[in-house]
């Protein structure tokens, strides 16, 4: 990836197992720190490792990443935290939500059932700072992106694209489908960490209504 990064590929497809392999060496790396690593990126079933060319070369770069992931210590990965995320559907607060539900031939009602069914990892962590990307949705709700994205979509809108559900942590352009809105705030800069989730917890939605969502103090956050 150019003269300053390498991608470390460690699988061809969206899974848990390949996913959890991606933060073993995420947890591998970070915790040796080679010097003249400058940042780690992990993604779906990959890692962009940033380097500084001055300080390490690409080749003595890649020698040490295949050295660590084939000594990885498993036990130092960190336990997940399960994150209960409560959800206001539909209305102003989910305005696809009906959309979703007529794409399915489904009611709002069983499309919110279908969403609060799993118990979602968190594949990732990006798009904007604290931004979770989670899976999997169930194929019966499983939807295409909005043909025309939004100029702006409410931090704390909760949509979902394909097999994938996400939460917006901050006022942002979007294009996915938005069933419902969350008080939680997922990134606040003073808070240590300032993201609420990281790569490999995982997150249950459950159901409240507008006034419970209204009534929100930012300390349950």
């Known amino acids: 990836m150019g003269d300053r990064s390498l991608l470390v590929e460690l699988g061809d497809e969206i899974s848990p197992a390949i996913n959890q392999s991606v933060q073993e060496l995420f947890v591998g790396l970070d915790?040796?720190?080679?010097n003249g690593i400058l940042e780690l990126v992990p993604g779906y079933r990959s890692l962009l490792v940033i380097c500084d060319?001055?300080?390490?070369?690409?080749?003595?770069?890649e020698r040490i990443i295949v050295e660590i992931h084939n000594h990885l210590d498993r036990?130092?990965?960190?336990?997940?935290?399960?994150?209960q995320i409560p959800v206001v559907y539909g209305g102003h607060y989910g305005p696809d939500l009906v959309e979703v539900a007529q794409y399915h031939q489904l009611t709002p009602e069983e499309v919110i059932g279908f969403h609060t069914q799993p118990t979602y990892r968190v594949y990732m962590i990006g798009f904007t700072p604290g931004y979770p990307y989670l899976g999997?949705?169930?194929d019966a709700i499983a939807t295409p992106r909005r043909n025309t994205p939004?100029?702006?979509?409410?931090?704390?809108?909760?949509?979902?694209?394909?097999?994938?559900?996400?939460?917006?942590?901050?006022?942002s352009p979007g294009?996915?489908?938005i069933i419902g809105w969350t008080p939680i705030h997922l990134f606040d800069p003073r808070r240590n960490p300032?993201?609420?989730?990281?790569?490999?917890d995982r997150v249950r939605f459950y159901t409240i209504t507008?006034?419970?969502?209204d009534q929100w103090q930012p300390e349950q956050s």
């Open 31 to 34: 915790l040796q720190k080679p």
């Open 53 to 61: 060319p001055a300080l390490i070369s690409l080749a003595d770069l």
């Open 75 to 83: 036990s130092q990965l960190p336990e997940p935290q399960t994150v």
């Open 136 to 138: 999997e949705l169930p």
């Open 150 to 171: 939004r100029t702006r979509v409410p931090r704390g809108s909760v949509g979902i694209a394909q097999k994938q559900s996400g939460i917006y942590s901050v006022d």
């Open 175 to 177: 294009g996915w489908q």
């Open 194 to 200: 300032p993201s609420l989730l990281v790569m490999g």
């Open 210 to 213: 507008a006034e419970e969502a």
